[in-house]
């Protein structure tokens, strides 16, 4: 699918809203920042959507993730400036810093044990517990197969 111009600036408000508000922005959000009609908007999303750029709810097509950001609740969160974003995954922790050049506080939920794990980005490095491990259970080549549930 091709993308246009315009769509890349979609892109780029998604981020900058998404950091600015400490969630996902709506269509009319993107919309009125970037004096466009909704429907203009919704078709960006739609193609951004088919290009792999985000992801959008198979459901209400509002935004679900826009890499390494996540709109829904995840046991992955970084705190940013005074709120906490989600992260789709424990990778997605690690860019929502490299991304935004913040030093930063993360959590994550251990899957098997419930345990909550604190790391943080201090000065561009990784301040860890010692041993920490990220497993991914599918290869990246897979990811796209099913998103929600990789």
């Known amino acids: ?61 509002n935004l ?6 996540s709109a829904i609740e995840t046991d992955y969160r970084v705190k940013v400036d005074d709120h906490w974003l989600y992260a789709n995954c424990a990778w ?15 959590e994550a939920i251990l899957p098997l044990s419930d345990e909550i794990i604190q790391y943080e980005i201090k000065s561009g490095q990784l301040i860890a517990p010692h041993g920490l491990l990220v497993h991914f259970s599918l290869p990246v080549r897979q990811w796209y197969d099913d998103l929600i549930h990789t």
């Open 1 to 61: 699918m091709e993308l246009y111009e315009s769509d890349y600036r979609v892109r780029t408000a998604i981020y900058a809203l998404w950091l600015d508000l400490g969630h996902a922005p709506t269509i009319a959000d993107l919309a009125t920042v970037l004096d466009l009609t909704e429907s203009q908007t919704t078709d960006a999303l739609e193609r951004l959507d088919s290009a792999h750029h985000i992801f959008l709810d198979p459901t209400t097509r």
């Open 64 to 69: 679900r993730m826009a890499n390494p950001l």
């Open 92 to 106: 997605d922790t690690l860019g929502i810093p490299a991304m935004t050049g913040d030093a930063t506080q993360i």
